[in-house]
């Protein structure tokens, strides 16, 4: 690596701008190429950002040998394929969450960075922000007792509109659950580092053919649960809490982006704000720049096998409230 982590964008829309924005507030590190399915759309993404090698599809991108790692931001169903084309190419990868429609492709992307023995990694990038950093902290230090119980949720009112969005179409894995429900799972994930041992779900598929609305209650050993909600229907409070035995841990909404915390305990409370500059992708950005100058092949904050895990944990979800994919 260079003095500065050269960054490629693969893919033109929205998420990929907010990751550039972040992006451009990492001193070292730059966006210098961008890949979409066409030069038009290149060119319009490279003139807004000041970014001047444009290139009118994925592969010449990954192949583009002045780019040090790439940030998969196409819809979901186009994760696996897009990834392991850059992994093949030599290049390591952050990808946009969920990470795949299934577990099986999660699978598929992971044994491709370990066989080209790549950077691998989820772009979850709220387990990056600094209060959540003091979350765990608090939690590796026992200031809560034993973990029983989590609940987190992200909803927000949308429609189809005209012509329907990305959200509404299954076939770019669209609905509540791969939208935002990831961030709660991750969430729940994050505290207790372990996979459920039960599932239960209900959830409403709408005329799209899209989960509109679920609701989660994961199970754990020895009784501790999470209870996790998510919606494209409503808006929902954005809280997310820890419950121990010895205390509570409260993260302020929207927790998903948060920059404030509360411990509770013996009666008391501690609440401690941890802000950041840019919107919260740069966060990420930063500790991917950091893996890569140590050689790391994944990360800490959010290991490879978890993120499958996860994958496996929605793929049941989706079995429980009867959402199936067109392309599975």
Known sequence: MGESIRWGILSTGAIARSFVKGLNEVPDAEPVAVGSRTQQAADAFGDEFGISRRHPSYKALANDPDVDVIYVATPHSLHRENSILCLRAGKPVLCEKPFAINRSEAAEIVAAAREEGLFLMEAMWTRFLPIMYQVRQWLRDGQIGEVRMVSADFGFGSSPGTTKSRLYDPALGGGALMDVGIYSLSFASMVYRRVPCRVMSMGHIGELEVDE????????????????????????????????????????????????????????????????????????????????????????????????????????????????????
């Not at 020895?222 to 419950?243: E, P, V, Y």
């Not at 140590?294 to 904050?301: A, D, I, R, V, Y």
């Not at 993120?307 to 989706?318: A, E, L, S, Y």
């Open 213 to 328: 609305q679920a609701g989660m209650m994961l199970g754990y050993d020895a009784g501790a649960m999470a209870m996790l909600f998510t919606s494209i229907q409503c808006g929902t409070s954005h809280w997310a809490h820890i419950m121990g035995t010895k205390g509570i841990i409260r993260i302020h909404p929207p927790y998903w982006r948060g920059t404030t915390a509360t411990l509770v305990r013996d009666g008391k409370e501690e609440t401690v704000e941890r802000t950041y500059d840019g919107n919260g992708y740069n966060c990420q950005a930063e500790a991917v720049g950091r893996y890569l100058r140590e050689g790391k092949l994944e990360s800490e904050e959010i290991p490879l096998d978890e993120t499958v895990d996860i994958m496996g944990t929605m793929d049941t979800i989706r079995d429980r409230i009867g959402l199936k994919f067109p392309m599975e």
